[in-house]
Nanobody, 124 residues
């Protein structure tokens, strides 16, 4: 499956953005989908994950209550709604796909397919 992330940009603190991740090559419903982010000089970190049906989700503590992951399998797209953005949310955001919803959801190495990343910059 090929993944294409989009929707990043520059936003002021407290603002919102919605990222999209469009899949091609295979139906998105076959995959558990995650979002990760990588800030300059830092390691890539887990943000959120959603099961194949969308019935299960999980979030990093740093974004819980502010970010929402969702998916539309008919449109082969996963979304990340980001509200109440903070300067520390500044990063390149990546969507990724894996086969199963499991304890490895938080580990980037468990994901077989990655999008190219989209930059989110939050100004103070």
């Amino acid at each position: 499956v090929q993944l294409q992330a989009s929707g990043g940009g520059l936003v002021q603190a407290g603002g919102s953005l919605r990222l999209s991740c469009a899949a091609s090559g295979r139906t998105l419903s076959s995959y558990v989908m995650g979002w990760f982010r990588q800030a300059p000089g830092k390691e890539r970190e887990f943000v959120t994950v959603i099961s194949r049906s969308g019935s299960m989700t999980n979030y990093a503590d740093s974004v819980k209550g502010r970010f929402t992951i969702s998916r539309d399998n008919a449109k082969n797209t996963v979304y990340l709604q980001m509200n109440s953005l903070k300067p520390e949310d500044t990063a390149v955001y990546y969507c990724a796909a894996k086969a199963d919803y499991s304890s490895t959801n938080y580990h980037s190495t468990a994901y077989a397919f990655w999008g190219q990343g989209t930059l989110v910059t939050v100004s103070s």
